[in-house]
């Protein structure tokens, strides 16, 4: 979901520590003007229910974007290359490319590709932030529960990495820069070179607690060894986050990374407890080289559904006002309406298309498209999900393998992806638990009991089955 550049105002909120911090950026003449809305444990708790519906209203009439973070450890960093120079043909293929990597089915995944360079041998590189889309649904519906409904979900990792950039310019551009975010429950690490960004990783626990420093510093210079070439001798670090009151702790922290990394250049970027809000709420207004959206497809709130229907019916006021005027101006009635009946047709089409997601929309279905959209997803994945069901032919191995474990011999095997009806035999008692075992693995349960007969040493056995839903 694109965020509208029109909104003059967006609010990050930063929900990754344990503590909420609400910042309001404003356009200015000089960039973006940030106002501290709210921070947890700042005895302004009996502000919150007024502040959430002040913020519900200013989204509701689309003044203002709620931009929220994936934390880093909800997503993972891949890279993948297309056999193309061409961008337009390499987007075409991203989602294949991808599916190769993961080891779920890219359908039930979120995916934005942030970052896109050509190589010298014709082919095309990106870099592109995945999740699973059930849990970040679980992350958007815990958010909505404590206050107000994200419409811009970013990637943390990528706004510490280009607020960072933003706020401290590189100038040494050789060596390699890590940003540390330390909060109350956990640290964020980025690391880069230069401009260009590489990769994050998060370590749980509090660094700046003796007890549990030692470990979390391991866990770090493990990871940071892992991305780092052998040359890299000096390095740029910039400390942020919630949790960096103490300076003495950071001291000692940095004295204990020094002896594990060697030379170290030392920063602290300026307010770092509200470094992160900071970042969203500037990244959701002028989005920089590495934008990122995760809230595609069904994650769109119905805040910006409606939204975008409003700017449809707008739109459609606006194109009948001016084909009306060009008719009164210059009498080419005819030419002039069939002209802006074009224009209005484009307008609508590609405002529903990009609520929708849809690659066509038919023709004076807009609205109500729009206004089914969040209906009718969940019966449109339907298809999907069965085409991504394991195949039959994996059930019938595993019926086969049951069989011959208890010496059965098939004697009928109707099976589909939804029924199977099984029988068969063997000369000595046995009780079918392994087949009816085998079926279930695969998602069967019986519509009876079943029946296994014994009679003269010979064991009958009869199962009708059908797949869950």
Known sequence: MSVSLSRKSAIGADWTGADLTLVKGSRARRGVAFHTLYKSGTGQSEKTAALWAEIQYTQQKGRTILAAALPVHCASILTVTAPFASPSKARRVWPSLLDLQ?????????????EAHPLTDGRTMAKAIVARRGPVRNLLERMSSSGATPNHLDFEGLALWSQSLHEKPNATLQYPRIVASVSANRVTVVVGRGKQFETAFSAQGCLLKTAEAGGMRNRIVRSLRAVLQPSDLSLSWFWTGSSLSNFQDIESVQSALEAELGAIRWQIHQDPDTFLARALARRALKPDVWPCSLMTGDLVPPIETELTAQRVRRASRLCFTAASLLLLLNGFASYQMARQDAISQETLTAAAQ??????????????????????????????????????????????AAAAE??????????????????????????????????????????????SVETQDGRTTLRYTMERRP
């Open 102 to 114: 993961l080891p779920f089915a890219i359908e039930e995944s979120v995916f934005s590709i942030v």
């Open 354 to 399: 990009e609520a929708t997601g849809a690659s066509y929309v038919p023709p004076k279905f807009e609205l109500q498209t729009v206004r089914t959209f969040a209906e009718r997803h969940r019966t449109d994945r339907a298809p999907i999900e069965r085409a991504f069901q394991p195949p039959l032919t994996d059930t019938v191995r595993s019926l």
């Open 405 to 450: 474990k208890d010496s059965i011999r098939m004697e009928q095997l109707d099976l589909s992806s939804e029924k199977a009806v099984i029988s068969g035999w063997t000369d000595h008692t046995v009780t079918g638990a392994p087949i009816r075992e085998a079926m279930e693995e695969r998602g069967y349960v019986s519509l009876d009991a079943g």
